[in-house]
């Protein structure tokens, strides 16, 4: 009783571990999830905000170059109407607020907006900072309150030269609204918020109504009679927005409005600000009951099954034993096969080559008699000194030489075994050895062979010994199928399709019977009636089938059989 107690409350404390362990890691895993959302979304907003920052910059550079706007500025040509409507223009192709020229006392002498009513023109803009810097040569993008409109905007400004002296500042506003409208555009979530907090820590943008132009942070009464002085926001005050902030497992919180966020910020790179983005995370700590709900009934399951395999883990092991047994035993009986087909496979080449041998037999004598006879011409052109003819003779014996050690290679090449070895190789070389193995079956049996015109470029995926095994086999048994016939043609097709191949060999024989079709590539089934074994065919399929291929056969319309080989001209992978 005592010991199933303790077994009891063991399987509790281990069940509270595991729910506290998978309450932390899945909340670690959710923060750390919410975190990275928020780094992407800050990096794109960040990437796109610049891009269109750049884009707005290079217009007031230009238009200081614009002779146009050189000649108003500096009071050559004072052609009103031209220069509005030219900076209207600009302002509607780039999609800016306004476009407006300060000269040099601060006046805006043209505008892009001339004909609405709040136009600019007329104003005098000399007391803000973007007037007085670009002025002062620098290339400014300053953010401000609009005068007449309220709007908040980004002012890009620049000096317009006249004989290297600043005559005139062109300024171009884009309203900052423009980038807080469009969220999809932005690709932030519903569940994030983002804000631009500029260098004095006021909110310049957000997709939060309440808080742009306030700040997280407290102004003391300095910070306050500064921006009240330069006059940025006019006259509003920024107003503090309460947080609060804490660190958990090395990840800050920021608390506002009853929110529970994680941050990630980025600069922009062409203005003095930081981009904020803010994931809500409030519901991190429930989004967590599904899966302590899920461990505790998995746990159960687990506890259960187990103690059900203990108490019955004798009987398994023995089980297992036996099984290990049987295993083992069909390992031993499979390699036991696999020999005998490797065998097996050896003695149809053998028989294969000995099958050619009367024809290989003659191919070699003939050279060999030509040797003869060469060398008994050489001893004469010696005793007479002709070396000249000598060393003819033996340029031709050297040739006849080399063509018995041809074909005697290609032969042993043929008939040594070998493991299955899958490579890619030219269909045509392969082909082109079973033909040369073949040779001198096909001229006893007075064979004309179409040789094949196929394409270096077209491979196939075999083991290329057993591939010019089946070649072999195929050619010989169409060679001696035309015995009897009038016309004795053996030929080749070739059709290459996206990832397989197919080769036909043809003759003009007699064909097959039809009652032989059926057990055409059965085992020890010949259609000769004295000689073979009945395994060519057989082994044949079973090496093409072996290379993921397809071995079938047919006759011809026109008379005569078809034998053809599909083939994967890539390499496959086969699911174990």
Known sequence: MFSFSKRIIAVGLLLILILVVTFWVGRAHDIDKATVQAQGQVTQ??????TELVRFSAIPQLLTYNQLMIDFVSGEHQHYNAINNYLADIQQASGSSDIFVLNTQGEVTASSNWQVDNTFLGSNFAFRPYFKRAFAGEKV???????RSKERGIY???AIYHEKKAVGVVVLKVNVSKFENDRELLNTSMASHFYLQLADDVIAMSDVQA???NSFRKF???QRRNIKLRRAYLDHQPTYIEQFQYTSEGVTHYKIDNKLYVSAAKPLRYFSANMYVLVDVTSVNPAQLPRLFWASIIYGLVTIIGYSLLARFAGYKKLLYSRHSLEAKVIE???ELEKAQVALVQSAKLATIGQLSAGIN????????AINTYLASAKRLLAKGNTSALGESLVVIEGLVNRVHQIVGQLKHFSKPSKMQLRPYPLAGLVNNALMISSAQLKQDNVQVEPPQFDETVVVWVDSLKFEQVLVNLITNASQAMNGAIIRNLSFQLECF???VKLSILDTGSGIEQHAFGNLFEPFYSTKSSKGLGLGLSISKQIIDSFNGCLSAHNRVEGGAEFIISLSNRQENKDD
């Open 141 to 147: 993008a300053y953010f401000a309150l609009g005068m």
């Open 156 to 158: 890009f400004s620049q």
């Open 362 to 369: 003659h191919e070699i004598n003939q050279p060999l008699s």
């Open 333 to 335: 009986r499979t390699q």
């Open 220 to 222: 003391d009464i300095t």
């Open 45 to 50: 907003l960040n990437n796109y905000i610049d």
């Open 211 to 213: 808080w742009r132009l």
């Open 498 to 500: 996206e990832e397989r």
